[in-house]
């Protein structure tokens, strides 16, 4: 059973630009989050996903961000028009509901905007 | 939202040495989790915990739902130990997010 993976693991890019991250669950889980963890601090939720729905979004999710899971097995989390406060290691996790909802996470991809 | 309050934010010990880390949360939990993040900044599941007492290894945890803490025990404990120990939580009754602690830093000296 491989664990969650996400990439690219590490992403540079300049203010202004569009970056896009990819989050595999593990397979058979049927719920998948993502988190954003800036320096010193601990993770915060983003958004969540049953299956294919969305089903809740933080207010720390601005409208420059949109997460997608379209076939209910991996997910997107797209960011438009970076700024630099958006340079964080972006997390994912998945759960299995029936097993207590314990989550498990990815690497990460941690993102420096310039 | 649930408040998760961890203590110390800070801990440096001797190798060998015993510890024991606390997390508060403000509401009942329907799920606690304890992780140890890597210099990499991977998140490694330690306990999940939502009552009870659990044993892996060195590490052990314990949550009291009804008093709202939990805490984290490591022994004897080794250089490889350190790094960020965190705690979170999930009170239930909307999205299944979880809420970390700012965590506790743990250095292990040889």
């Known amino acids: 059973d491989t664990g969650v993976s996400q990439d690219p693991r590490h992403k540079i890019t300049k203010r202004g630009q569009n970056v896009t991250f990819r989050c595999d669950p593990i397979?058979?889980?049927?719920?998948l989050y993502w988190y954003r963890q800036t320096l010193g601090q601990g993770p915060e939720f983003l958004t969540y996903?049953?299956?294919?729905?969305?089903?809740?979004k933080s207010r720390l999710l601005s409208d420059r961000f949109s997460a997608e899971r379209p076939k209910g097995s991996f997910s997107t989390l797209e960011i438009q028009r970076t700024e630099q406060g958006d340079s964080a290691m972006y997390l994912c996790?998945?759960?299995?509901?029936?097993?207590?909802?314990?989550?498990?996470f990815g690497p990460g991809t941690r993102l420096t905007v310039l | 939202g649930i408040q998760v309050e961890q203590s110390p934010p800070d801990l440096i010990l001797q190798e060998g040495a015993n510890s024991t880390l606390r997390c508060n949360f403000s509401?009942?939990?329907?799920?606690l989790q304890w992780f140890h993040q890597n210099p990499w900044g991977q998140l490694i599941n330690l306990f999940y915990?939502?009552?009870g007492t659990k044993q892996n290894g060195r590490l052990s945890a314990t949550t009291v739902a009804t008093e709202r803490y939990s805490l984290l025990y490591i022994s004897s404990s080794q250089t490889t130990d350190s790094g960020v120990y965190f705690c979170?939580?999930?009170?239930?009754?909307?999205?299944?997010?979880?809420?970390f602690g700012k965590g506790t830093h743990l250095i292990i000296q040889p």
């Open positions: 979170a939580a999930y009170s239930g009754g909307g999205a299944d997010g979880l809420t």
């Open positions: 915990i939502p009552s």
């Open positions: 996903f049953q299956n294919e729905a969305q089903l809740e």
């Open positions: 509401d009942s939990v329907n799920n």
């Open positions: 996790a998945s759960s299995k509901a029936i097993d207590g909802n314990e989550q498990f």
């Open positions: 397979s058979e889980h049927n719920r």
